[in-house]
């Protein structure tokens, strides 16, 4: 008697998950069950990154926006305190890109934030 090979379901579910192997090094996208301990791997990792990325860039932009305010006189503390004074609603993606892209402007912001009203 023949063994049961589950039909196109099974195939269809393991074609899924080599499909998503795809890439991967040595039996990791060949063989079914290595593959699919390495696809749940990789499925979490992208889960937690996704978040990950958002800190992350924040943090850089934190960190471009702080050098460029020392080149200016001043710190980042003392910036980001003095834009809310001032009303100056410039979230930290645009001046860090204002901050590389056109330093005078980015000086201005500066100059504009440590003047109180």
């Not at 593959?35 to 471009?64: G, H, N, P, S």
């Amino acid at each position: 008697m023949p063994r049961v090979t589950r039909g196109f379901k099974a195939r269809r579910r393991r074609n899924k998950v080599l499909k998503l192997a795809k890439g991967f090094r040595g039996g990791r996208h060949r063989l079914f069950r290595t593959a699919t301990e390495a696809v749940d791997r990789a499925l979490c990792y992208a889960y937690r990154d996704r978040r990950v990325k958002k800190r992350e860039f924040r943090r850089l932009w934190i960190t471009r926006i702080s050098a460029a305010a020392q080149q200016n006189g001043t710190n980042y503390s003392r910036l980001i305190g003095g834009m809310a004074k001032n009303s100056i609603e410039l979230d930290r993606k645009v001046l860090s890109n204002l901050a590389i892209v056109d330093p005078h402007a980015f000086t201005a912001v500066v100059r504009t934030a440590g003047q109180l009203h």
